[in-house]
T-cell receptor, first 113, second 112 residues
Framework: DTGVSQNPRHKITKRGQNVTFRCDPISEHNRLYWYRQTLGQGPEFLTYFQNEAQLEKSRLLSDRFSAERPKGSFSTLEIQRTEQGDSAMYLC???????????FGSGTRLTVV | SQQGEEDPQALSIQEGENATMNCSYKTSINNLQWYRQNSGRGLVHLILIRSNEREKHSGRLRVTLDTSKKSSSLLITASRAADTASYFCATDSTGGGNKLTFGTGTQLKVEL
């Protein structure tokens, strides 16, 4: 499988717990993006990496959110002290260049109860 | 924040008919892209049109771009039931840091 892989597919957690999601991009892609999508809305940008450098973070990304991309390969998105408002689909995408489209993973659906 | 707004929000047509979706955006762009999303899944890239292009075709898809009106349209010809999905436009804004900003989407339902 040469697509973008996200794990887990689903995560149910209790409010206040920490969760971590993983994204494995297409290996030739140096750009990696995280988006969040709630029901009936389009994806909202969270953060963007070029290789291992985190180049941009959205104001949506509160201090409870942190993302890493060690060695410029896979990436992790951690949410600390989860809140019910964090319930959403978290999408990862990668691309080779700015003028190419993104390849998205299938997403991680987070439910905070 | 959402950059674009798609119109209509929902569209229901019969198989074989054409479907047209419109997208309006607010800022100057490098390019505009259209994506499809089947329920509960990730998005699939359909087509990219650069700011200096006015029309582009890919199979049954035709995209137009009018930068003076800050709008784009996606036409799907001879629709099929398998085209049922949500369609999003996304803009790569000038000075936007090479990230895409997505619109709110059009839900297309193609009935047999």
């Amino acid at each position: 499988d040469t697509g973008v892989s996200q794990n887990p597919r689903h995560k149910i957690t209790k409010r206040g717990q920490n969760v971590t999601f993983r994204c494995d991009p297409i290996s030739e892609h140096n750009r990696l993006y995280w988006y969040r999508q709630t029901l009936g809305q389009g994806p909202e940008f969270l953060t963007y990496f070029q290789n291992e450098a985190q180049l941009e973070k959205s104001r949506l990304l509160s201090d409870r959110f942190s993302a890493e991309r060690p060695k410029g390969s896979f990436s992790t998105l951690e949410i600390q002290r989860t809140e019910q408002g964090d319930s959403a689909m978290y999408l990862c995408a990668s691309s080779a260049q700015a003028l190419y489209g993104y390849t998205f993973g299938s997403g991680t659906r987070l439910t905070v109860v | 924040s959402q950059q674009g707004e798609e119109d209509p929000q929902a569209l229901s047509i019969q198989e074989g008919e054409n479907a047209t979706m419109n997208c309006s955006y607010k800022t100057s762009i490098n390019n505009l892209q259209w994506y499809r999303q089947n329920s509960g899944r990730g998005l699939v890239h359909l087509i990219l049109i650069r700011s200096n292009e006015r029309e582009k075709h890919s199979g049954r898809l035709r995209v137009t771009l009018d930068t003076s009106k800050k709008s784009s349209s996606l036409l799907i010809t001879a629709s099929r039931a398998a085209d049922t999905a949500s369609y999003f436009c996304a803009t790569d804004s000038t000075g936007g840091g090479n990230k895409l900003t997505f619109g709110t989407g059009t839900q297309l339902k193609v009935e047999l």
